[in-house]
């Protein structure tokens, strides 16, 4: 009887250690957020584990696209960065129901850490967010009487991005002050897997594959799909970028990618769509393949672009678009006939779709003969996506005996 006991209690002990090491190794996949800003990438780790509703409400916000296309609207230097709210001209966003604090997880207000912005009740935070520029002990929770703002996590990649941000000028706006006086944009924030981005290496001449003298790393330099993604032309090596309207760094990359795709060989099928996940990037794709279906896209697109990120142009809705397509000579009646048909239609649910399959971490990105995904934080740059798309492409060559 005394040995059953023991066996029963090493079991016992053998059981709850191998359930305690799958938990903890659970407990240490924290989510992973990739912000797009028109100052470049940075990478944010959420802390679930302390923060759990804070996260779950933050990362609901993500998902919903929310963030997408908002400004960062307070900016003051040593101190915080500000956002989550306001669309540029400081119009807010409406928001869901405010969440009760969690400041009393005590986790610090250190430099790099992200918190919750509030009005003076603490339980009257929502969407808005800070990033602390300094040690911010005044921000912690001290007591009831004195509660803080609530950390929920860090910056683990691009705090140098975050630097930028705070180093831009600074104004009076709508009667608010430390509002920068060119808008910051926040062009995207999307959910990453839990593994690290790395930064971009040029492995040695010992690395060197028969694709080329130059090897970039799977999961380092670009990502493989889970499931490929049939082509248009199996014939040849696809390579597609998806981009959008209202992303800055795709109108810096529209130059250089269109330049490499007329240097590709005949066996190389390149083309573009408009990557869709929100409401103005689907406002944004009905306009490209309404240029596509009228025939006027050398008359839109360059324009378009250059009004929206270089000019600030507000365009929110179909009628702005128009009266941007009629001051390019273009019939606002024909163009209303395109956008709303059901051609232009389909193709921008197609878009949707491709999305959906390549999964994106943002724009631009490319994807190579649908294997490879490329975007700017594994590559290390725009350029630097240009060189690792040669180098799958010669890849792919390479394993078609080319």
């Known amino acids: 009887m005394k040995f059953k006991q023991v066996s029963f209690s090493i079991f016992t002990l053998v059981t709850l250690f191998t359930y305690g090491m799958l938990s903890s190794a659970h407990a240490q996949e924290k989510p992973e957020v990739v912000f797009e800003t028109s100052k470049g990438s940075f990478k944010v780790e959420l802390y679930a584990d302390k923060a759990p509703d804070t996260v779950a409400n933050f990362l609901k916000y993500v998902d919903d696209g929310f963030y997408d296309g908002t400004i960062f609207h307070r900016v003051i230097k040593d101190f915080v960065v500000q956002g989550g709210g306001f669309e540029p001209g400081l119009k807010p966003r409406e928001t869901r129901a405010p969440i009760k604090s969690e400041s009393s997880n005590r986790l610090k207000n250190l430099r790099g850490t992200i918190a ?94 028969k694709a080329g003298p130059v090897a970039f790393v799977e999961g380092e330099h670009y990502v493989v799909l889970d499931r490929p993604v049939p082509t248009r032309d199996s014939s040849k090596i696809e390579v597609v970028e998806m981009f959008s309207y209202g992303c800055p760094h795709c109108y810096e990359f529209e130059t250089s990618v269109k330049g490499w795709a007329r240097q590709q060989s005949d066996d190389v099928d390149f083309w573009v769509f408009p990557a869709v996940w929100n409401k103005s990037m689907e406002l944004y794709a009905g306009a490209f393949y309404a240029a596509r279906e009228l025939k006027v896209e050398e008359k839109i697109h360059l324009p378009l672009f250059t009004a929206i990120v270089v000019k600030q142009k507000s365009i929110r809705n179909e009628a702005d678009l128009a009266e941007f397509f009629a001051q390019h000579g273009v019939d606002k009646k024909a163009f209303t006939d395109a956008f709303n048909s059901d051609d232009v239609k389909t193709r921008v649910k197609y878009a949707e779709e491709r999305v959906r399959l390549y999964k994106p971490v943002g724009v631009p990105e490319i994807v190579v003969n649908g294997k490879y995904r490329i975007d700017r934080m594994h590559a290390g740059g725009l350029t630097e996506m240009l060189a690792v798309a040669d180098y799958l492409v010669k890849k792919e060559r390479a394993n078609q005996g080319k």
């Open 116 to 209: 919750m912005a509030r009005r003076n009740h603490p339980d009257t935070a929502n969407s808005q967010f800070y990033i602390n520029l300094s040690h911010n002990s005044d921000l912690d929770y001290k007591n009831n009487y004195m509660p803080g703002y609530t950390v929920f996590g860090k910056i683990s990649q691009g705090m140098d991005v975050v630097d930028r941000i705070s180093a831009v000028e600074t104004t009076t706006a709508d009667r608010r002050g430390d509002v920068p006086v060119e808008d910051v944009m926040l062009i995207s924030a999307k959910r990453v897997a839990g593994k690290p981005v790395a930064k971009p290496v040029v492995k040695e001449d010992k690395e060197k594959t």
